[in-house]
């Protein structure tokens, strides 16, 4: 009799507890955030100066109504053997609204003698 008492007490619990088991729930839907790229990325040291800049025919504007700028053309320093340095070409950019002046990027020397780029901005 206490057998059947104790199986009969301990039906419920275990029913409970298998309800809970078995019920699935549907997670959360999952949100990605992608942020753009920001224009202060850290750029590789070289431990050389840049090749003199290579000479470019600036092309006329492509024709459209927004306001646009030419950009120059430099170095990249990709650090791979035999060939370092990687030209990036000049191109024309749209003119963010509120600003007028583009300054070029540059490289620059540390005072440890490494070479750095830093990028060009808008002011």
């Known amino acids: 009799m206490r057998r059947t008492i104790a199986r009969l007490a301990a039906l419920p619990l275990a029913a409970a ?10 997670p959360p839907p999952q949100t ?3 942020m753009p790229p920001t224009q202060t990325a850290v750029a590789p040291l070289a431990p050389t100066p840049p090749p ?3 000479t470019e025919l600036v092309p006329p504007p492509p024709p459209s109504g927004v306001a646009t700028n030419w950009q120059p053309g430099h170095w990249r320093y990709t650090g791979t053997p035999g060939n370092p340095w990687s030209w990036q070409r000049g191109q024309y950019v749209a003119v963010p609204s509120g600003y007028t002046t583009w300054t070029p990027g540059q490289w620059t020397q540390t005072s440890g003698g490494a070479f750095v780029w830093q990028e060009g901005h808008w002011g």
């Open 32 to 34: 990605t955030l992608v």
């Open 17 to 26: 507890l298998g309800a809970c088991v078995a019920t699935t729930s549907t």
């Open 52 to 54: 003199p800049p290579e």
